[in-house]
């Protein structure tokens, strides 16, 4: 059973970090490493909002899946929300449901927590799993580079 919870630093980063290299090697579309991605982590952490939007999966206890969002104003000055690449282990990404879960309860965190009713999402075309998910949310292509959907 898929148990969806809040990162916890603490409990959480080691399991985290192999997580995260198995994710970089067989699923990752951005190059970088688990330093840069270690040293963004624990700037995040120090943010109760963007720490609390940060969300895992674990079965059995251990961590399958973690995912958050990144919140930013435009050069318009429109504040957008961007929900990123969920991570999981090539083994547990296919029909858990991992990702789904984690998406689903960042866009709540969003909508509740940020107030905030449209979120994007980035995705490659070629990743079918990832369009099977966005297809099962109703997360659409815009017209730009990115997927979005009205929370």
Do not use: C
């Amino acid at each position: 059973m898929i148990v969806i919870d809040r990162y916890n630093p603490r409990d959480d980063k080691e399991e985290l970090k192999e997580l995260f290299e198995d994710f970089a090697e067989n699923k990752l579309y951005f190059k970088t490493s688990w330093q840069d991605f270690e040293k963004v982590l624990n700037e995040r952490v120090l943010d109760l909002t963007l720490r609390n939007g940060m969300i895992v999966a674990k079965e059995d206890g251990k961590l399958v899946g973690w995912g958050t969002y990144s919140q930013f104003k435009d050069y318009l000055g429109i504040e957008r929300v961007l929900i990123h690449q969920i991570m999981t282990k090539k083994i547990d990404a296919y029909k858990k449901g991992i990702e789904e879960q984690i998406i689903r309860e960042i866009e709540k965190y969003i909508k509740n927590t940020l107030e905030i009713d449209k979120a994007y999402y980035i995705g490659v075309e070629p990743d079918n799993n990832l369009q099977s998910v966005f297809l099962k949310l109703g997360i659409e292509k815009s017209k730009y580079v990115w997927y979005e959907k009205d929370l």
